[in-house]
């Protein structure tokens, strides 16, 4: 994989964020009204608000959620080299897996992906780090209650 990008916490989640809903509305016709992305060590979850197309939500109407789901699923399986090099020029990283889960009422999208590696500077690190920082506040008595 190329070089880190430059963006890094926020700023890359929101970028990640964004590029999703562009892509969704590039190849999909519509995308999504909402999007947040979320980093845990190796994996990045992208949760999508909103964006059904009107035949969606027509055959919705009609009780055919299986047949939506079933054609997002085959858009999203065709879609996932798209995807993927998406996530992986944005963060850096190389992406082994990726799954997508739609659902309805209300209507949200996950994406899933899953990188090679955990980073090592990720959110484990950090919730370590805080957890021995509260516990040295605790043991010298600085701790609140």
């Known amino acids: 994989m ?3 990008p430059e963006l890094r916490g926020g700023d890359m989640l929101a970028r990640l964020s964004d590029e999703m809903v562009r892509a969704k509305k590039q190849f ?4 999504p009204e909402q999007a947040k992305s979320y980093m845990l060590d190796d994996l ?3 949760v999508m608000r ?4 009107t035949a969606e939500q027509t055959m919705l109407r ?3 959620q299986n047949l939506v789901r079933e ?3 085959l858009f999203e399986n065709d879609m996932t080299d798209v995807l993927t090099g998406l996530v ?3 963060t850096g990283r190389t992406v082994v897996n990726y799954q997508s889960q739609i659902m309805f009422d209300p209507d949200i999208i996950v994406e899933m992906f ?3 590696e955990p980073r090592e500077d990720g959110i484990k690190a950090t919730l370590e780090g805080q957890l021995r920082d509260d516990a040295a506040r605790t043991a010298d008595g600085s701790a609140g209650t």
């Not at 999909?28 to 995308?31: E, I, P, R, V, Y």
């Not at 909103?50 to 197309?53: F, Q, V």
């Open 114 to 116: 899953f990188f090679a």
């Open 62 to 64: 009609f009780g055919r």
């Open 71 to 73: 054609f997002r699923q």
């Open 44 to 46: 990045l979850i992208v």
């Open 88 to 90: 992986e020029q944005t």
């Open 2 to 4: 190329a070089d880190p």
């Open 28 to 31: 999909f016709g519509k995308g």
């Open 50 to 53: 909103g964006g059904l197309t």
